[in-house]
């Protein structure tokens, strides 16, 4: 027989939500699920042995999109980041966001 070439595969974290989020508006939800996504790409490139994972247990995480807050956590055995908590942080930066949109429709 030939030679088994071995593959590795980064498989992506998924993403969970486990808080109400029913005040959060659809495309705002969006952006929360691709920033994570891309944060979970970026964590698939982290060496298991890295200190980073250690601080990762021990600091809790953010991310703010569009005025709300949503504090998430990461489960690297399973390759999950939950989200756990969201509040409204600002209306500013949601009232950016639809002027700038409504400055694209014209």
């Known amino acids: 027989m030939g030679e088994r070439s071995s ?18 508006p659809a495309a705002t939800l969006g952006r929360l699920r691709s920033r994570l996504r891309e944060i979970g790409h ?24 569009e005025g709300w807050r949503f504090k998430y956590g990461i489960d690297r055995e399973s390759q999950v980041l939950t989200v756990l908590e969201v509040t409204r942080v600002s209306e500013a930066p949601a009232a950016y966001e639809r002027a700038k949109a409504d400055r694209k429709r014209y």
């Open 42 to 65: 970026s964590l698939s490139a982290v060496s298991s042995s890295s200190a980073f994972w250690t601080s990762m247990t021990e600091s809790p995480l953010f991310v703010d999109v």
């Open 7 to 24: 593959l590795m595969w980064h498989v992506p974290y998924r993403v969970q939500l486990r808080c109400a989020v029913g005040s959060v």
